[in-house]
């Protein structure tokens, strides 16, 4: 199955955003600590609603952390500095999707570290997506391309 991974995110209610796409996916996320808000934040809440009790969340406390407990798994950062559209790379079951933080996104030894890095493609003189949008297209393409999209029945009457 594909898994999230934010590294270091700086904006609660963008890692609520994806923790709660998380939830309704049935993906497993990671956040790769230091995070740059509180957990008690009412952003988080917020946002999040009552669905980050329903995320499979996992708190790596560092990136060798997550490396140690990912190993074996192939990570597949989105940058704006790949080359390589997401919708053009084939993702295998056990893919992680990583994502870097708002401001700065990862740093060059995590770029380094990575087993393949992904771009969406966008309009010229445009920097980037929010983070919980980009999330969003990139894994929804992962899970079709893995067979796990829309996996289980929906439930229209809720």
């Not at 329903?54 to 060798?64: E, F, G, H, I, Q």
């Not at 140690?68 to 080359?83: E, I, P």
């Not at 899970?143 to 289980?152: D, V």
């Amino acid at each position: 199955m594909i898994e999230i991974a934010l590294y270091q995110p700086d904006i609660a209610g963008n890692a609520a955003a994806v923790m709660r796409l998380a939830a309704c996916l049935g993906v497993k996320v990671s956040i790769i600590e230091p995070a740059g808000f509180t957990w008690s934040s009412s952003s988080l809440r917020r946002t999040g609603m009552d669905y980050l009790d329903k995320a499979d969340l996992v708190r790596d406390p560092s990136w060798p952390a997550y490396r140690r407990r990912t190993a074996g798994r192939r990570s597949v950062l989105l940058t704006t500095r790949a080359s390589l559209p997401f919708s053009e790379f084939a993702f295998h079951n056990g893919d992680i999707l990583l994502l870097g933080r708002e401001s700065a996104g990862v740093p060059d030894t995590v770029h380094q570290d990575v087993e393949a890095e992904v771009v969406i493609p966008m309009r010229p003189g445009l920097r980037s997506l929010n983070v919980a949008m980009a999330c969003a297209m990139v894994t929804t393409e992962a899970l079709r391309q893995t067979g796990h999209f829309a996996a289980a029945p929906v439930d229209m009457t809720q």
